[in-house]
Every structure is written in C-alpha cells, then in structure tokens.
C-alpha cells in the first residue's frame, strides 16, 4: 500500500499527550500506523503544543514532571515538520480565501492542501468555519 499524508494540529497532538482515555485519538494514530500513513504538520506544532502543556501548567492542571514528559513524548511522534516559504504563502492565500482571523490554523490547512493529504484537528470552530470549501477537513471524532 503507498503511504499518503496526513496533516494534524496542535489540538489533536494535545489530547494524545494529555488525555490517555482518549481512545478516540488513539485509534486514530493505531489506525494511520496500519494504513502507512505519513503525519506531517508545520513546524509552529510544537510552538502550540509547549504552550498549551505550559497553559494546563499554570492551570494546575498539570505538574512540572508530567508537562516535560508529555512534550518529551509529543517530540518523539513520528511526525515530519515543514516550513519551507511555499507553505507560508499558501497559508495566507488560505487564511484571506476563507475569512479566517488568523494565518496560524491557515498554515495546516496549506500544509494538507500542498501534500494532497488530510487535515485533522480537534478544533470544532475551524472544521465548522471551512468544511463547506475543503472537504478533506475532519473532526476527531465527528463523522460526515
């Protein structure tokens, strides 16, 4: 079977790393494993996954101990990064095409679209805001 792309966000990689009774996630990882899929995201991933660990953080959500294994664990996961100028041009063609508040979301969305692959974020409020322009947009956990 030949590989083919998946590009996932911050929000999906959080609630790998956070929450391990989130089978939903989970099976989605096991799955793309079996398939040989290839997880890409851009390189601002792991700018949004320090801060969120460092949010839960301040939160008390989580201690010190259990935020620097969870960003240990999200930086072994088998996902290429990529950030070259293509992407980011993408990103704002994306992010003025639909209306979007801000380039960052906009820069998985180019990402996927430039890889041919996926998308798949845990953010509701993103599928929501362009499922009707890119179909290859997905929920975790939602099926359409």
Not at 19 to 39: A, C, F, G, K, Y
Not at 54 to 69: D, E, H, N, S
């Amino acid at each position: 079977m030949s590989s083919s792309w998946i590009c996932v966000d911050a929000n999906l990689v959080i609630r790998l790393l956070v929450d391990p009774e989130d089978e939903v996630v989970r099976r989605l990882w096991v799955r793309w494993d079996s398939e040989h899929q290839r997880v890409a995201a851009p390189t601002l991933l792991f700018y949004e996954v320090s801060n969120a660990l460092y949010r839960y953080r301040r939160a008390g959500m989580m201690g010190p101990t259990a935020v620097q294994l969870a960003l240990k664990a999200g930086l072994a996961l088998p996902i290429t990064l990529h950030g070259d100028p293509t992407l980011h041009a993408r990103a704002i063609e994306i992010a003025e095409q639909l209306s979007l508040p801000a380039a960052y979301d906009a820069h998985y969305l180019a990402l996927a679209d430039i890889l041919g692959g996926e998308f798949w974020t845990a953010d509701l409020r993103l599928v929501n805001a362009v499922q009707t322009d890119l179909p290859w947009v997905h929920a975790v956990g939602v099926d359409r």
